[in-house]
């Protein structure tokens, strides 16, 4: 199941940016959406995630902040991010769950992945 991300960019603090994830194919086989990120020198780190049925989760540093959705197909999810800090700078990548199970935090929760988009956050 492909995943697409689109927007990202670069914005200053304080400012605004969204990411999209377009998912083809499978879709029915994709029961929750998520988003982490990277920085160089660092893991990659949980950002939030929303399940096809309904509920979501955030990393404490974004709460508040961030706004993840999803449609009822599992065809498109978004986040919508909001005073952005430049220690949100990273490249965010979509990733697919396909179990039926809470919301995963961690990478090896998830089967699908896209290629990234870069998020630039200058102080």
């Known amino acids: 199941v492909p995943l697409v991300e689109s927007g990202g960019g670069w914005v200053q603090a304080g400012g605004s940016l969204e990411v999209s994830c377009a998912v083809s194919?499978?879709?029915?086989?994709?029961?929750?959406l998520g988003w982490f990120r990277q920085t160089p020198g660092k893991e990659r780190e949980f950002v939030a995630a929303v399940r096809r049925v309904g509920g979501s989760d955030y990393a404490q540093s974004v709460k508040g902040r961030f706004t993840i959705s999803m449609n009822n197909a599992a065809s498109t999810m978004r986040m919508q991010m909001h005073n952005l800090k430049p220690e949100d700078t990273g490249i965010y990548y979509c990733?697919?769950?396909?179990?039926?199970?809470?919301?995963?935090?961690?990478?090896?929760?998830?089967?699908?992945w896209g290629q990234g988009i870069q998020v630039t956050v200058s102080s």
């Open positions: 194919g499978r879709t029915a086989s994709v029961h929750a």
């Open positions: 990733a697919g769950d396909r179990s039926l199970g809470p919301i995963a935090t961690r990478e090896p929760g998830y089967y699908y």
